[in-house]
């Protein structure tokens, strides 16, 4: 199945040190309440990505965590200052327990 | 349209002949039994969203609906279009070809979403975008045609039909295709349902009044398929008429049924001269 949750980045390629850029995360995924019926009148178990993490040189600069009343397809972005080139790396924590993770890379300009 | 008293016989049933092909020419004519007339003009700023009468559902659509569209980032459909733009090269199916083997490049589907609905002389029906592409899979491909709502032919209809994004809806409705256009006109004017309404009752009478707390649109199609908000994912034309049907408390039909086939010819054919959307944002 094509149900596997698909993460998607937004994030410079080159930045000058000292800008503010904006990154921009998105991921597809269903995110579950845990308080919808089903057609057989019994709760569909909660699944959704409960925390969010962005680190960049392994160091994390951004998380946040994620409750059920969040809608599907989880849209988050945030601003950083550079200071330095480096990769980022994006989590994104399922109920389940899986793990997605996706990564950029960024360098400094000139 | 009413007979002179007196023609003979034979020449009133010549007359009725001929007076069904004035009374579709003066229809298509008069665009007003078709699209409410417009007053005002589109607001400032969104000219390009407006047509003649014609107004697309992103003019009626919130500024923060309006945001979600315009950044190819936020607006959540290209989670389906960038894993449709992954299947475009995935060979599959028994010949093992994949839509780029025969059709290159993606960007090659230029214009090819603005003219579907479409007749298909070689199987001689209408075929929309979704019933193309699941005709590559099964001919072509010799693959499993994909599921009418499935994220997978969501997300390839509205990888085709981007690649004409802006381009002006051109629908046909001459030739072969009248036909289905006359029945989807008659569908979208027939009382139907327990609230014995019609589409036109609400998209062309009551087109920018408020019912309830929804403006209503014209109901164009020119940004189908579409993430709705409400859906929260990308969902198909014949899935907003089974929505209006249900709403008005008349039985919904199958998607692909020859009933929505031919009201979405019509539908689209309305919108004739907007822009290509898809895939839109709508709440």
Redesign the interface.
Known sequence: M??AP?P?V?SPKTAAKGDVVTI?T???H?MESGLRKGKDGKLIPRQIINKFEALFNGKQIMSATLYPSI???P?IDFDMKVEEAGEFEFKWFDDNGEVYTKKAKMQLEG | MMMTKTKKPIALAVGMLLGLSVATAQATDDMSLHISPQSQPAPEGLEDYAHGDARSGYIYATEETRTLQDDD??N?A???V??AQEQWSTPEGDANKSCQSCHGDVESMKGVGAVYPKFDPEIGDLLNLEKRINRCRSEGMQATPWKWES??LLGMTSLVKMQSRGMPVNVSIDGPAKEYFEKGMKFYNTRVGQMDLACKHCHIDQNGNYMRAELLSQGQANGFPTYR?KW??LGSLHRRFRGCNNNIRAEKLANGSPEYMALELYVTWRGNGLPIEAPSVRK
Request: proline residues 4%; positive net charge; aromatic residues 14%.
């Open positions: 094509s149900k698909k998607r937004k921009k998105t991921i597809s269903q809608s599907a397809n849209y | 980032f936020e959540p290209f989670l389906w960038e894993k994220d997978e908000l929260q994912k």
